[in-house]
């Protein structure tokens, strides 16, 4: 059974920090790279970063350079480091696989920048 448990949002100021950690079904980590989405109601989930099997990172041109995505084989963990976080940032996040995401998604961790 495919299991994606994301954590680690709150609310943090512009120009502060937070590390998301998604805890993963060993099927699903082992068998595909895998992606942080985010998603602001009304609007479409989009993937700002992915990290292959091998630890090869692909970011949204609007997270590069802030975001860090790193991935723990041995705890089929995935993060995401954000730094320098902006009020554009606010959104649901999620974890899942990439490029094709699994149909069922976990319960995403809140992530509110207040100017």
């Known amino acids: 059974q495919v299991q994606l448990v994301e954590s680690g949002g709150g609310l943090v100021q512009a120009g502060g920090s937070l590390r998301l950690s998604c805890a993963t079904s060993?099927?699903?980590?082992?068998?595909?790279?895998m992606g942080w989405y985010r998603q602001v109601p009304g609007k479409q989930r989009e993937l700002v970063a992915s990290i292959t099997r091998r630890g090869t990172t692909i970011y949204a041109d609007s997270v590069k350079g802030r975001f860090t995505i790193s991935r723990d084989n041995a705890k089929n963990a995935v993060y995401l480091q954000m730094n320098s976080l902006k009020p554009e940032d606010t959104a649901v996040y999620y974890c899942?696989?990439?490029?094709?995401?699994?149909?069922?998604w976990g319960q995403g961790t809140q992530v509110t920048v207040s100017s």
């Open positions: 899942n696989a990439v490029p094709t995401a699994y149909p069922a």
């Open positions: 060993g099927s699903v980590f082992s068998s595909n790279a």
